[in-house]
Each structure stands twice: as C-alpha cells, then as structure tokens.
C-alpha cells in the first residue's frame, strides 16, 4: 500500500485554479518528508470533507504562501489544497 497526493493550487488574488497535478509515496514517511522540504514553514490548516452522514473526516492540508507571477514578477497569495488518498495495488491475475 502506498499514498497519493493530489495538489491543487488557487491564486488566492484572481480566486482561479492555476494548475493540479499529484504524486505518489512508499509510505507516510515519505509524506511528511516531502511536505516538510516543499512547504518549509508555510502555514498550513487541516483540510475536512463534509459526508452524507453528517461526518467530516479530515481529508488532508492547504498550504499558504507566497508566490510570484511569471509574466510580471508581482506577489501573490496562493493555496495549496493537498488531499490524501491510500493506494493498495491490485492483482489482476495469478
């Protein structure tokens, strides 16, 4: 079993998506390792799901800092909505 992360990223100035991607780990370890080296000391706040049941298990993290505009140089506030999901491999055939 493995985890993968999907990272969506909001230009907190134009409230837009500006791109999403994910990546994949061996292990929590490897998780928290990665965040740790990506985001540093961003603040981040715990990131919940509202459930039909009534239920709202946290989901994963967003992650805010600053960014820069390519085109311009200017700052920007971004978001980085980071969501969790287990990974178990299946056996087509034996």
Same mark, same amino acid.
């Given at each position: 079993?493995?985890?993968?992360?999907?990272? $969506? !990223?909001? +230009?907190?100035?134009?409230?837009?998506?500006? !791109?999403? !991607?994910?990546?994949?780990?061996?292990?929590? +370890?490897?998780?928290?390792?990665?965040?740790?080296?990506?985001?540093?000391?961003?603040?981040?706040?715990?990131?919940?799901? +509202?459930?039909? +049941?009534?239920?709202?298990?946290?989901?994963?993290?967003?992650?805010?800092? #600053?960014?820069?505009?390519?085109?311009?140089?200017?700052?920007?506030?971004?978001?980085? #909505?980071? $969501?969790?999901?287990?990974?178990?491999?299946?056996?087509?055939?034996?």
């Amino acid at each position: 079993m493995g985890f993968l992360l999907t990272f $969506t !990223h909001v +230009d907190n100035k134009q409230n837009l998506i500006t !791109h999403e !991607h994910e990546k994949g780990f061996p292990s929590m +370890d490897a998780v928290k390792e990665y965040l740790k080296d990506t985001f540093g000391n961003s603040k981040k706040t715990k990131m919940y799901i +509202d459930k039909k +049941d009534g239920s709202n298990p946290h989901i994963g993290y967003v992650f805010n800092r #600053w960014n820069h505009y390519y085109e311009t140089g200017k700052r920007f506030s971004e978001s980085i #909505w980071v $969501t969790f999901f287990n990974v178990e491999q299946v056996i087509l055939s034996e």
